[in-house]
């Protein structure tokens, strides 16, 4: 969901200019800084940015640069004399110095009403110019995400890939695994010098083996890894669904793990795992 944008636009003596970025955010958060006068548009501005952009950090910038280098302000001077007055006054009474000029006319530069800004009404047509800006930019920071994002996507389907090829690494430790429990109870049985029932001791270790058995997990794993490609190639905006899907492989990896019993099968474990928190990680910044 990173991503960044630009775009210009010129009307009569003006220069527009608007950038968007966006962060990684579970919500929609979208914040706008822009000249005062631009305010008005702020509902329609907001519309168009909450349908381009589905989740995300999301901050909007617009400058406005007159054509002609000067601002549209002009100082009132019958308010700016009458401060000044006030400020001579006060200071003459309380023995306070004059020496400073540049100081005192910044202080009162400052004061409401000395400063008159004719720019506050925005007209129809530097709004349309304004909006179609807007447009622009939300165009280029959606190319930069497309783009962004199908390396990503290729990316995190290859760390799938290496999860479903790791399960399929398990499986020749298997038997090795169910011999040496097998071994391991005969020879306890033995140094213990207890005797029993042949057919009962095999029907308690087909017991007890059935709690090591991870047929069922490898099989969920994989078809999660395989509904996760679905996903991944049919849905739009389907990263929230990806990350549901990636929780419900760490679940059957955690399990397949508690059961493994061998240490070759417990490293392949802990590949699978690296693989999902990249995945994970990932999935960020997937809308």
Known sequence: MTGYGKAENVTGSKKITVEVRSLNSKQFDFSVKCPSVYRSADNEI??????????????LYINCES??????VRIDPGVFADYYGQVSRIAIQNGIPLDNCGEIVSAILRLPEVVENHAETLEDTEKAVLLETVGTALQAIDSFRISEGAILIADIL?????????VALVEPYEPERIDAVKTRI????????????????????????????VTEEKVR???????FREVADREDNAGKKLGFIAQEMGREINTLGSKANHSEIQKIVVGMKDELEKIKEQLLNIL
């Open 67 to 72: 054509a002609a280098g000067a601002a549209p």
């Open 46 to 59: 907001r519309s168009m940015v909450s349908q381009s952009l589905a989740r995300g950090k999301i901050d």
């Open 186 to 213: 005969r020879e306890n049985l033995e140094k213990a010098q207890l005797s029993c029932d042949e057919n009962r001791l095999e029907q308690e270790i087909i017991y007890y083996l059935e709690k090591f058995d």
């Open 221 to 227: 794993l994989r078809n999660h890894c395989a509904y």
């Open 158 to 166: 290859e760390r799938v890939g290496n999860i479903e090829s790791a």
